[in-house]
């Protein structure tokens, strides 16, 4: 039986306050300029943070191997390893008769403070308090099923939160350990991947894309470069925005895909390459395939054995390749804009988030899933330089200078977005698929790093980021225009 109409997109939408998406054509006013000089401004915040970490450890979090005391507060509190995210947690706001707040955890606090009780511990305690009450009013407010997020703090410490449901027809609750699809988050893995494989010299991000892929029943544009295919600048099409495709991805969602009959649904270019900016999964679902050919490895392969192994980020997995590393909550469909609307369960029972025939489409575009927590530590390594070193994070931050000029909604590199939130610059990527939604947050300045993951596709996580930054760093001025010039 067809699932009820909704996009199954695996891109992420325009922040709330957005024009609608269209393509960017270049545009050289002073405006441009600023935004291209702001841009680069804040590339190079990020790079010279990379720097402190290799030498100082100040903003990486190098404290994250360093026991730090657990708490009987709000959330799951650890040391900040990478499978770190047990521990207890208050609850807050009562919620809808239909989802619980929070949740008991699934495994006990371990450790113990050194020492006596102090007043950092007190105030460890109350912050994490305020941030599940938080939590728990804003998932409430949004009408959200189930979340779970993660905060890594500069100095080492965690902390975990969890509200909702992750299965509303069995009321089990969204644990610590519960993971979720990640959709376009997952781009930054790949992009990461091409990244390390550039800096490997395999290839440049100026060679041509077409001349790495395997043949293809759709040859693409031989101008299209892999930077261009990173930054989104190709011109393709977004095969997942194509109306077409919607039917056949809902009419049999056990069905699993080639990346072929995905590329079927891609339709006329936006514009030539290189000469405008429009987010499309097709870029990286041909990256993907760059990826595969030159390591001679399955995507998933190769992002176990390069990335998520050798970080320690044991609850991550690919998708439909690998077995799930843990509970995987069950993806929603809110219809309508009632908060108490009925939740719509999209599971096929297959143990693939939201269903198989989705996720294979989306491969190397949005195919991974896993907890708050691993996500959260992704970021924090990713951005301080431990994942590719300072050279390759380098090149990883270099390509925002290429879409200024075509003003996208979200200022976009290679892989990876720039946001201004609350005067606190960013950089991560958000997610969107059928039945999950999430944001993924690293504050390079503030040394913070933020992951939202929810079991819903209708309200923005971007939301509860915001909330809880609020609520973890005091609100300062904005550092720069980025915020205004991208409206």
Aim: hydrophobic share 40%; with cysteine.
């Amino acid at each position: 039986m067809p699932l009820p109409a909704e996009k199954p997109r695996a891109d992420a939408p325009p922040p709330a306050g957005a024009g609608p998406r269209r393509p960017g054509r270049l545009r050289r006013t002073p405006r441009t300029r600023i935004a291209a000089a702001v841009i680069a401004a804040f590339a190079g915040i990020a790079l010279l943070t990379v720097g402190i970490a290799q030498t100082t450890g100040g903003l990486a979090g190098t404290a994250l191997g360093t026991a730090r005391p657990s708490s009987s507060g709000a959330g799951a509190v650890s040391a900040g390893g990478p499978s770190g995210g047990s521990g207890g947690h208050g609850s807050g706001t009562p919620p809808p008769a239909s989802v619980t707040p929070s949740n008991p955890p699934d495994v006990a606090p371990s450790g113990s403070p050194v020492g006596g009780p102090s007043s950092a511990d007190d105030q460890a305690r109350l912050l994490h308090a305020r941030l599940q009450a938080t939590l728990d009013r804003v998932r409430t407010k949004l009408g959200i099923p189930g979340v779970s997020t993660t905060i890594l703090f500069p100095d080492g410490t965690s902390w975990t939160g969890v509200s909702g449901l992750a299965d509303v027809a069995t009321r089990t609750p969204v644990r610590p350990s519960t993971a979720f699809a990640f959709a376009s988050m997952s781009k930054t893995f790949l992009s990461a991947l091409i990244v390390q494989l550039v800096a490997e010299g395999r290839f440049r991000l100026t060679d041509s894309a077409a001349a790495l892929l395997p043949p293809l029943a759709r040859p693409i544009d031989r101008r299209i470069t892999v930077a261009m295919l990173l930054d989104h600048t190709s011109g393709l099409n977004d095969y997942f925005l194509n109306p077409k495709i919607d039917k056949p991805l809902q009419s049999d969602p056990t069905r699993a895909w080639t990346t072929n009959q995905a590329l079927g649904f891609v339709g006329k270019p936006y514009f030539p390459p290189g000469k405008g900016w429009h987010y499309s999964n097709t870029n990286y679902l041909l990256l993907g395939l760059i990826a595969e050919r030159v390591t001679g490895q399955p995507l998933a392969v190769a992002i176990r054995d390069r990335l998520l192994d050798p970080s320690g980020l044991s609850r991550i997995w690919y998708q439909a390749v690998e077995t799930p590393r843990t509970d995987l909550a069950h993806g929603y469909r809110l219809p309508g804009t009632r908060v108490t609307v009925r939740p719509v369960d999209l599971d096929d029972g297959s143990g693939i988030a939201p269903f198989r025939s989705v996720v294979t489409a989306a491969a190397g575009a949005g195919s991974l899933a896993g907890t708050s927590d691993d996500l959260a530590q992704w970021a924090r390594r990713l951005y301080s330089g431990e994942v590719l070193g300072t050279a390759g994070t380098a090149i990883l931050l270099g390509g925002f200078s290429a879409t200024a000029a075509y003003r996208p909604s979200i200022a976009y590199g290679y892989g990876v977005q720039a946001i201004v939130i609350d005067g606190h610059p960013s950089l991560g990527h958000s997610g969107r698929l059928l039945g999950f939604r999430g944001a993924l947050r690293h504050f390079p300045v503030d040394g913070l790093t933020i992951a939202v993951l929810t079991n819903q596709s209708r309200a923005d996580p971007g939301v509860i980021v915001r909330s809880l930054l609020a609520v973890a760093l005091p609100p300062s001025p904005p550092v720069c225009p980025i915020c205004a010039i991208s409206r």
